[in-house]
Structures are given as C-alpha cells and as structure tokens.
C-alpha cells in the first residue's frame, strides 16, 4: 500500500511539473517570441528527463527497501 502510495504521489508531481512546464512555455512564447523556440526544446528534452528521472527513483527507492 505505502509503495503504490508513493508512486501516485511521484506520478502526480510529475503530471504537475510537465504541466506547469508546458504552461510557462506558451507564456513566454507569448511574451518573448524570439525565444519561443528555446522553451520549446526545454519543454521537449524535459518531457523525456522528468519520467525518467521519477522512474529512477522509483527502482532506487525500490533497491534502498530490499
């Protein structure tokens, strides 16, 4: 139960990031259009980093129980 209880809220803080990421990149497009299409590839490479990242902590924190 506690195992599946983190991984929702890991899951979640993901979800929030990834959102609030892609938000702030249309913001500043707006805002800035000259570097509009820095963000962008920030908020691609970060669409890949962020899962990773929560899903090595996962199988860490999985490894660090046993």
């Not at 991984?7 to 959102?19: D, E, M, P, Q």
């Not at 805002?31 to 820095?38: A, F, L, R, W």
Request: glycine letters at 4%; a positive charge; aromatic letters at 12%.
């Amino acid at each position: 139960m506690k195992d599946n209880k983190c991984k929702r809220i890991l899951a979640l803080i993901g979800v929030v990031l990834l959102v609030g990421m892609y938000l702030l990149t249309l913001v500043f497009a707006f805002v800035d259009p000259t570097e509009g299409k820095n963000w962008l590839k920030a908020s691609i490479v970060c669409t890949i980093f962020v899962p990773v990242f929560i899903y090595a902590c996962i199988m860490l924190a999985r490894y660090l129980k046993k």
